[in-house]
Structure formats: structure tokens, C-alpha cells
């Protein structure tokens, strides 16, 4: 049950193939309980097998979980779950499958277990295939392919590669999956699986085949029947495969080969009663088409009546869109243009909603996926961008006011200190026309960089852009009087700063306006007394700090060395 993949029909997901026997699902009474030995080879065969009978797997993997839960053995008991979770994946239960998948990934990398990492991963890639990222899909094929060491079967290998080629597909990389196809292949003859060998030539030719490689397909088909036939099966028991044949014949024209692969699966299908509906659906619409070239149109509408008819008893929206723009096509090809063009409007509508509905499903289940370590590394990832302001690189006013608000109204201690300061660079308007604002930026910048050395991210306080040149600067756990002191050294490392290489002869200097938190405080309040002291500050001469209310203004010209003073004035 490794996931390797065949195809079902053009843009559907492909499915597992090959029917296989299993063991029963229960003990009976006089049976004894299995070694765990017993059990991971069980599972062994659960996970590699290329069967169809998902139902046979699900009470099996369940079974086994109760054993493995009786012997202690932990990995055994995930390894299990994980069954189950794949088969809910293949029956597209993809949002029940989720959070069980996304909890056996999360234990499987905290506690470093290899093999079931693997098989999580491989299992993610197909989940986020599902949800339409590609990206993420070939992600988590690569990691479960590079989890795979010596003590790994070589079939379960090939099952890995099969995998891996069928993500490098998906995301358009044909080449470098063909490449892994072609390996999957050699390796597969190398051990004798002649399955498995099908396998990596019949999801070489489907994915040959969508990327437009008609030849590749052909060859890969020809190459896939020849196979079959030295092994002694035929493809008469494989249903997928003559999926596959079809497909590649109806895209090379050859419309009577394509319409006898079609009837050939179709017998299949009649033979056990249509257990799998949506298989027979795609056959019976690949045969409608194939008549609809060939000119049996009488025969092509019954052929989608008959589509028709299955999609309703079992409600297959996706596939009964697709017979409704076949119908148009068919009802174009019999002259009613009035008929296929109503058709037509009302497959495109259908398709609307589906499209619709399909997008809040991947919506739900992305939110399951969320839950995860790694998608809460992703959403703090995004969250932080969001709180980063794009050109210097520092926190933005949505950080400020998350924490300044947090911190005024929710300390740790109460009696806690808190200064809040807004710096604002002096006569930056004068950069930007002089120099430009190229030079501009590159002078916000390097404030940026200082500011941030001179008050980083931590228990006592952080900075950040409010907008423009204008900055913020948020100091705790010191007294106004210390707090007062290291504004005063920033301005002093800025006005020092080599800025000649940017703006030649003008100077750079920031005014700072600081006000001291107190018992009544809001955030709004706090800021707003901490510009009123800033318009102080460019009011008493720019280059200095001013602190609120208490009209202490620490003066720049007192400061200075006097080669600074002729500098700046």
C-alpha cells in the first residue's frame, strides 16, 4: 500500500491498482496473539501491497494497533494508524485523514523514528496533492525518498521513486520525473517485481501523456503491454492499466484502439457489478469519446447515458461535470450547435461551483494542517512577516501596538517602569530632494540597524518603524532616569555614524520624544504625550531628547565634542 499510482482519466488523481488477497481482519478465538516480529511483517505487507481492497485494510491496520497497544510496541501501534490514515486518504476522506497523519508526523520527527517519518511524509504528499500545492506535494516526496536507508526493501523502494516521480510530475518537472521513472524501472526488473516494473511504465505513459510527450506515452504503453504479456498476466485483470492504454490512445488519435482498451475495462466492471462506479464512469466517458471520433454517435450518447446514470446513483459530481462538456461535444458533433451550446453554459456553470466547492474543502483541511508543528513554524513564519516592515526589516506599528498595548495594560509586575520614546529623523525631507530617496532609504536603513543594536527584541523592550522616518522605541524593567541615559547614547551613535558615502556633506540626526508610563495609561495616551515631547524637541533645535512635561531637554550643543558642533551647525 506504498502509493504508487496509476491513472484513472485526464485530471484525475491516479489510484492504487492490482487486486491482491489479504488476511482476515480478526484472530479467531483459537488463534494466539502475534509477536511483534509477526506484526511489523504483517505490516510490511499492508503498507507495500498494490491491492484495491482498501476495505480489507482498514479492520486489518485496526487489528494490529490492538496488538501493538498490548505489546507496548509504540512504533508498531503508529505504524498502523498511519494504514488507516492512508486508507481514509484513498477513499477521499481527506479531512478525517488529516489530523491523525498530521499527529503520527509531528510524533515521528520529535522522537526521530525514520520509517514512520517516511511514511508520513509520503502520505502528506499525496494529502497536499489533493489541495491543489504542488510545491509542497514534491517537499514531502523528496523527504520521504531521503528517509530511506540500506536496511530498506528494494520494493518498497520503487513504490518511494514511483512516488517521487509522480510529485516531480505534478509540478512540471517531467524531465527529472522520467528520470525517476526510468530508475523505479530498473530497479523493479533488478528484483523480478514485474508489478511494480507496470507500475513505474504505466504512470510514465499517463504523466507522458498530460506533459504532451505523445511518443513517450506510446513507447512506455508498448513497452507495458509487453511486460504483461512475458509475465503471464495480460492486462485483462488490471482495470487502471487499460485506463491508462486508453487514454494514451485516444491523445494519439488511434480512436479504434482506444475504444477496445475502453470496452475491455468496461467488461470488468460489468463483471463485479460496478463496486468501483467512478472507475467505470472513466471508462465509459473515454468510450464515448472515442465513438464520438470514430462517428458513433448513437453509440457515444448511450455510452454517457450510461455515465449519466451511475454519476446520479452515486453521486459523482467531479466526474458527471466532465459528461456534461462531453455532451456538448457530442451534441457539436451531431450539428444541434443550439443544444451543445446550452450544454456547454451549464457544464461551465457546474463547474464554477464545483471549483467553489472544492476550494472550501482544501480550506477546511488546510486549517486540520495547521495544527501541526510544522504548519505552526509556517503560520508564525507568515505572522511574522506580517508584523515586518518591508524595507528595513524591522518590526512594523502592528507589532507595536500587539505588545506596547500588552505590555501597558498587562505586566508582569505592575510596578514595572515603562518609557516610550518617538524618534524622528531631522530634516529627512531634505535627503530625499538632494540626494534622492534612494540615498532616503538607505538611510532609514542604517537607522534601523542602529536602533535595533541599541534596543533588540527582548524582556525590557523592542523598536520599530511606526511609518516614514519616524520610529519607536519601547523601554521596560529601567527607570526614566536609565532609560533616558540610552536614548540619549542612540542619538549620540547616530549623529556619529559615517554617513558621507550616502549623503556626502548633510548630516543625520533624530529628535526623540519620550514619554513615562503611568497609571492611567493607554497605549494612545502614551504615544500621543510622547509626540507632544518630540514637537518639543524639533523645537527646541532638533538633535536631542526631550522628556514629557518635566521639560528636561538634553541638549545636543552641550553634549558634543566641539569639532561635532561645527559639524552640525
Same mark, same amino acid.
Given at each position: 500500500?506504498?502509493?504508487?499510482?496509476?491513472?484513472?482519466?485526464?485530471?484525475?488523481?491516479p489510484q492504487?491498482c492490482?487486486?491482491?488477497?489479504l488476511?482476515?481482519?480478526?484472530?479467531t478465538?483459537?488463534?494466539q496473539?502475534?509477536? &511483534?516480529?509477526?506484526?511489523?511483517?504483517?505490516?510490511?505487507?499492508?503498507?507495500?501491497?498494490?491491492?484495491?481492497e482498501i476495505?480489507?485494510?482498514l479492520?486489518?491496520?485496526?487489528?494490529?494497533?490492538?496488538?501493538?497497544?498490548?505489546?507496548?510496541?509504540?512504533d508498531?501501534?503508529?505504524?498502523a494508524?498511519?494504514?488507516? &490514515?492512508?486508507?481514509?486518504?484513498?477513499k477521499?476522506?481527506?479531512l478525517?485523514?488529516?489530523?491523525?497523519?498530521?499527529?503520527?508526523?509531528?510524533?515521528?520527527?520529535? %522522537?526521530?523514528?525514520?520509517s514512520?517519518?517516511?511514511?508520513?511524509?509520503?502520505?502528506?504528499?499525496r494529502?497536499h496533492?489533493?489541495?491543489?500545492?504542488?510545491?509542497?506535494?514534491?517537499?514531502?516526496?523528496v523527504?520521504?525518498?531521503?528517509?530511506?536507508?540500506?536496511?530498506?526493501s528494494?520494493?518498497?523502494? $520503487?513504490?518511494?521513486?514511483?512516488?517521487?516521480?509522480?510529485?516531480l510530475?505534478?509540478?512540471?518537472?517531467?524531465?527529472? &520525473?522520467?528520470?525517476?521513472?526510468?530508475?523505479?524501472?530498473?530497479?523493479?526488473?533488478a528484483?523480478?517485481d514485474?508489478?511494480?516494473?507496470?507500475?513505474?511504465?504505466?504512470?510514465?505513459?499517463?504523466?507522458?501523456?498530460t506533459?504532451?510527450?505523445?511518443?513517450?506515452?506510446f513507447a512506455?504503453?508498448e513497452?507495458?503491454?509487453?511486460?504483461? &504479456?512475458?509475465?503471464?498476466?495480460?492486462?485483462?485483470h488490471?482495470s487502471?492499466?487499460?485506463?491508462?492504454?486508453?487514454?494514451?490512445?485516444?491523445?494519439?488519435g488511434?480512436?479504434a484502439?482506444?475504444?477496445?482498451?475502453?470496452?475491455?475495462g468496461i467488461e470488468?466492471?460489468?463483471?463485479?457489478?460496478?463496486e468501483?462506479?467512478?472507475?467505470? #464512469?472513466?471508462?465509459?466517458?473515454?468510450l464515448?469519446?472515442?465513438?464520438? %471520433?470514430?462517428?458513433?454517435?448513437?453509440?457515444?450518447?448511450?455510452?454517457?447515458?450510461?455515465?449519466?446514470q451511475l454519476?446520479?446513483?452515486?453521486?459523482?459530481?467531479?466526474?458527471?461535470?466532465?459528461?456534461?462538456?462531453?455532451?456538448?461535444?457530442?451534441?457539436a458533433?451531431?450539428?444541434?450547435?443550439?443544444?451543445?451550446?446550452e450544454?456547454?453554459?451549464?457544464f461551465?456553470?457546474?463547474?464554477?461551483?464545483?471549483?467553489?466547492?472544492?476550494?472550501?474543502?482544501?480550506?477546511?483541511?488546510?486549517?486540520?494542517?495547521f495544527e501541526?508543528?510544522?504548519a505552526?513554524r509556517e503560520?508564525?513564519?507568515?505572522?511574522?512577516q506580517?508584523?515586518?516592515?518591508?524595507?528595513?526589516g524591522?518590526?512594523?506599528?502592528?507589532?507595536?501596538d500587539?505588545?506596547?498595548?500588552?505590555l501597558?495594560?498587562?505586566?508582569?509586575?505592575?510596578?514595572?517602569p515603562?518609557v516610550?520614546a518617538i $524618534?524622528?529623523?531631522d %530634516?529627512?525631507?531634505r535627503?530625499n530632494?538632494?540626494?534622492?530617496?534612494q540615498?532616503?532609504d538607505?538611510?532609514?536603513?542604517?537607522?534601523?540597524?542602529?536602533?535595533?543594536?541599541?534596543v533588540?527584541?527582548s524582556?525590557?523592550?523592542?523598536s520599530?518603524?511606526?511609518?516614514?522616518?519616524?520610529?519607536? #522605541?519601547?523601554?521596560?524593567?529601567?527607570g526614566p532616569?536609565?532609560?533616558?541615559?540610552?536614548?540619549?547614547k542612540?542619538?549620540?551613535?547616530?549623529?556619529?555614524?559615517?554617513?558621507?558615502?550616502?549623503t556626502?556633506?548633510?548630516?543625520?540626526?533624530?529628535?526623540?520624544g519620550?514619554?513615562i508610563?503611568?497609571?492611567d495609561?493607554?497605549q494612545?495616551?502614551?504615544?500621543?504625550?510622547?509626540?507632544?515631547?518630540?514637537?518639543?524637541?524639533?523645537?527646541?533645535?532638533?538633535?536631542r531628547?526631550?522628556?514629557?512635561?518635566?521639560?528636561l531637554?538634553?541638549?545636543?550643543?552641550?553634549?558634543?565634542?566641539?569639532?561635532?558642533?561645527?559639524?552640525?551647525?
Amino acid at each position: 500500500m506504498d502509493e504508487p499510482m496509476v491513472a484513472t482519466g485526464p485530471g484525475h488523481p491516479p489510484q492504487a491498482c492490482v487486486p491482491r488477497t489479504l488476511a482476515p481482519a480478526a484472530l479467531t478465538a483459537a488463534e494466539q496473539p502475534r509477536t &511483534a516480529e509477526q506484526l511489523a511483517a504483517d505490516l510490511d505487507d499492508l503498507e507495500d501491497d498494490l491491492g484495491y481492497e482498501i476495505e480489507a485494510w482498514l479492520p486489518q491496520a485496526a487489528h494490529i494497533e490492538r496488538e501493538a497497544e498490548v505489546l507496548g510496541e509504540v512504533d508498531l501501534v503508529h505504524r498502523a494508524r498511519l494504514v488507516q &490514515a492512508d486508507v481514509r486518504l484513498r477513499k477521499g476522506q481527506t479531512l478525517d485523514a488529516t489530523p491523525t497523519l498530521l499527529e503520527l508526523h509531528s510524533w515521528a520527527t520529535e %522522537h526521530d523514528r525514520p520509517s514512520v517519518l517516511a511514511r508520513s511524509h509520503l502520505l502528506l504528499s499525496r494529502t497536499h496533492r489533493v489541495l491543489g500545492d504542488p510545491a509542497a506535494s514534491l517537499e514531502h516526496a523528496v523527504c520521504a525518498v531521503e528517509l530511506l536507508d540500506e536496511n530498506t526493501s528494494a520494493r518498497r523502494r $520503487v513504490s518511494y521513486l514511483i512516488r517521487l516521480a509522480d510529485a516531480l510530475s505534478y509540478t512540471g518537472s517531467f524531465d527529472a &520525473a522520467a528520470e525517476r521513472y526510468a530508475q523505479a524501472e530498473r530497479l523493479a526488473v533488478a528484483i523480478g517485481d514485474a508489478e511494480r516494473q507496470i507500475l513505474a511504465l504505466n504512470n510514465l505513459a499517463y504523466y507522458a501523456c498530460t506533459a504532451g510527450q505523445e511518443q513517450l506515452a506510446f513507447a512506455a504503453v508498448e513497452r507495458l503491454r509487453a511486460v504483461a &504479456a512475458a509475465d503471464g498476466r495480460g492486462l485483462d485483470h488490471a482495470s487502471s492499466y487499460l485506463d491508462t492504454i486508453a487514454q494514451v490512445e485516444l491523445t494519439f488519435g488511434r480512436y479504434a484502439e482506444a475504444r477496445r482498451a475502453a470496452q475491455a475495462g468496461i467488461e470488468l466492471y460489468d463483471a463485479d457489478g460496478y463496486e468501483d462506479a467512478e472507475a467505470a #464512469v472513466l471508462f465509459l466517458l473515454t468510450l464515448a469519446m472515442a465513438q464520438r %471520433h470514430l462517428g458513433e454517435t448513437g453509440s457515444a450518447q448511450h455510452s454517457l447515458d450510461r455515465c449519466r446514470q451511475l454519476c446520479d446513483e452515486r453521486d459523482l459530481a467531479m466526474v458527471r461535470i466532465q459528461v456534461q462538456q462531453e455532451q456538448a461535444e457530442l451534441y457539436a458533433a451531431c450539428g444541434d450547435l443550439g443544444r451543445a451550446f446550452e450544454t456547454y453554459k451549464a457544464f461551465h456553470q457546474a463547474d464554477k461551483a464545483l471549483v467553489s466547492e472544492q476550494r472550501e474543502a482544501r480550506a477546511r483541511t488546510r486549517q486540520a494542517l495547521f495544527e501541526t508543528t510544522e504548519a505552526r513554524r509556517e503560520a508564525d513564519q507568515f505572522r511574522e512577516q506580517a508584523r515586518r516592515d518591508p524595507l528595513t526589516g524591522m518590526w512594523n506599528r502592528r507589532y507595536m501596538d500587539e505588545h506596547l498595548t500588552t505590555l501597558i495594560e498587562h505586566p508582569l509586575d505592575p510596578g514595572m517602569p515603562l518609557v516610550a520614546a518617538i $524618534v524622528d529623523l531631522d %530634516h529627512f525631507k531634505r535627503i530625499n530632494d538632494t540626494r534622492s530617496h534612494q540615498a532616503g532609504d538607505r538611510v532609514l536603513v542604517e537607522v534601523a540597524g542602529l536602533l535595533t543594536a541599541a534596543v533588540p527584541t527582548s524582556a525590557t523592550g523592542f523598536s520599530a518603524r511606526l511609518g516614514g522616518e519616524e520610529f519607536v #522605541v519601547v523601554l521596560t524593567g529601567i527607570g526614566p532616569a536609565q532609560a533616558v541615559q540610552r536614548l540619549e547614547k542612540l542619538r549620540r551613535t547616530v549623529a556619529a555614524h559615517a554617513w558621507q558615502d550616502i549623503t556626502g556633506d548633510l548630516p543625520v540626526t533624530i529628535s526623540i520624544g519620550v514619554a513615562i508610563r503611568t497609571a492611567d495609561s493607554t497605549q494612545s495616551s502614551l504615544l500621543g504625550r510622547a509626540d507632544a515631547a518630540l514637537y518639543a524637541a524639533k523645537h527646541n533645535g532638533r538633535n536631542r531628547v526631550h522628556v514629557e512635561e518635566s521639560g528636561l531637554d538634553v541638549d545636543a550643543a552641550r553634549e558634543i565634542s566641539h569639532p561635532e558642533r561645527r559639524r552640525y551647525r
